[in-house]
């Protein structure tokens, strides 16, 4: 069946460091890849999509490249910052009924 | 807007008690809503998909009769877990699908922390 695997954590940087979060994704059809983000003590928030293979998702400075020969979805930022502590789950979601398969989360921790 | 509302956000109950969590989409009506569950140190695993009006889609692994799934509305699902023992200590969280013109899109909701002792 469709799965998720994302590097594990936790991964903890200094602000400003650059920030590289691997997720590659096995899949039958042809899935749309999320990155979602949960804040201490908050819910999931979608922070980037994309829905075709060479599709790029940006948001927040976050970015992440469909790349359908490698089948992943690496999520990026050039220069984090302490806001960014969180944990990430990279999700793939079959078009076809709605359904996400998540990853196992990465626990990011930025400090000042 | 597309807020989905949890409740409780914690719970403890005692074993063999049967608990309810409600999700609610608070702006738009969810056509689908979905219920996981988040084990320590895994990723969160879909346990049923649920559709207004019909009964739920449990996935492979999931007791049916365990946690019941009640979509009584188009802004109202709940999921009960009926004879709670320690072992269904966990997170679950709960997502909605629908809003207008950002139909791929999931909202989820805050999440219940539930702890059985």
């Known amino acids: 069946g469709d799965s998720v695997t994302q590097m594990e954590g936790p991964v903890t940087l200094s602000e400003e460091a650059f920030l590289t979060i691997n997720c590659t994704y096995t899949?039958?059809?042809?899935?749309?890849l999320f990155w979602y983000v949960q804040y201490p003590g908050e819910g999931l928030q979608l922070l980037l999509k994309?829905?075709?293979?060479?599709d790029k998702g940006s948001n927040k400075g976050f970015e992440a490249t469909y790349r359908k020969e490698t089948t992943s979805f690496h999520l990026e930022k050039g220069s984090v910052q302490v806001s960014d502590s969180a944990v990430y789950f990279c999700?793939?979601?079959?078009?076809?009924?709605?359904?996400?398969?998540f990853g196992k989360g990465t626990r990011l921790h930025i400090l000042p | 807007g597309a807020v989905v509302s949890q409740h409780p956000s914690r719970v403890i109950c005692k074993s063999g008690t049967s608990v309810k969590i409600e999700c609610r989409s608070l702006?738009?009506?969810?056509?689908?809503m979905f219920w996981y569950r988040q084990f320590p140190k895994k990723s969160l695993m879909l346990m049923a998909t649920?559709?207004?009006?019909?009964?739920?889609?449990?996935e492979q692994g999931v007791e049916k009769d365990k946690f019941l799934i009640n979509h009584a509305s188009l802004t109202l699902s709940t999921l009960t877990v009926t004879s709670a023992h320690p072992e269904d200590s966990s997170f679950y969280i709960c997502?909605?699908?629908?809003?207008?013109?950002?139909?791929?899109?999931?909202?989820f909701g805050q999440g219940t922390r539930l702890t059985v002792v």
């Open positions: 997502s909605a699908t629908g809003v207008p013109g950002r139909d791929t899109e999931a909202f």
């Open positions: 899949a039958t059809g042809y899935p749309s």
């Open positions: 994309a829905t075709k293979a060479d």
């Open positions: 999700a793939l979601s079959d078009p076809r009924d709605d359904k996400i398969i």
């Open positions: 702006d738009f009506q969810a056509t689908t």
């Open positions: 649920s559709n207004e009006g019909s009964k739920a889609t449990y």
